[in-house]
């Protein structure tokens, strides 16, 4: 870095995780496995509720685990909300799909703190921080 940087932001992020299970019609779970044997998979999004935007696809594996494509990166401070939901028209092979959409609210603070040398200017570092998280079904 050349010259006298005057203020640094270091934003913050999170992964999102979640886990697919098939039940049957007494409650109990059964294998993501179609009638073949075949593992199923299932694709999920997460969008923002602000601007209807997907910020993040995901998939189970056969297990029932769900990994999203993208971590959700905030680079200022405020109050965020996103809905995770099943795509209803991926791989319905006759199972009945999950309309359940859960909203996510996240809470972000700006964290300043100064650096300052002796006799050179100060240096601002702002640092985004997770505060709070809700997770709720809607």
Excluded at 31 to 38: E, H, I, S, W
Excluded at 61 to 87: H, L, Q
Excluded at 111 to 128: F, P, R, V, W
Aim: charged share 25%; no cysteine.
């Amino acid at each position: 870095v050349f010259g006298q940087p005057g203020e640094i932001d270091f934003s913050t992020g999170l992964e999102v995780h979640g886990t697919k299970q098939l039940l049957d019609g007494t409650e109990t779970e059964i294998p993501l496995v179609d009638a073949d044997g075949n593992p199923v998979t299932f694709k999920f999004y997460i969008v923002d509720a602000n601007t209807n935007t997907v910020v993040s696809t995901g998939k189970n594996n056969e297990d029932g685990a769900i990994s999203f494509s993208a971590r959700i990166p905030f680079a200022k401070a405020g109050t965020f909300t996103y809905y995770v939901y099943e795509d209803q028209d991926y791989n319905s092979d006759g199972f009945v799909m999950d309309t359940s959409k859960y909203r996510i609210t996240v809470d972000v603070e700006a964290e300043k703190s100064y650096l300052n040398k002796a006799g050179e200017d100060t240096i601002i570092k702002t640092q985004y921080v997770i505060k709070h998280i809700t997770v709720e079904k809607s």
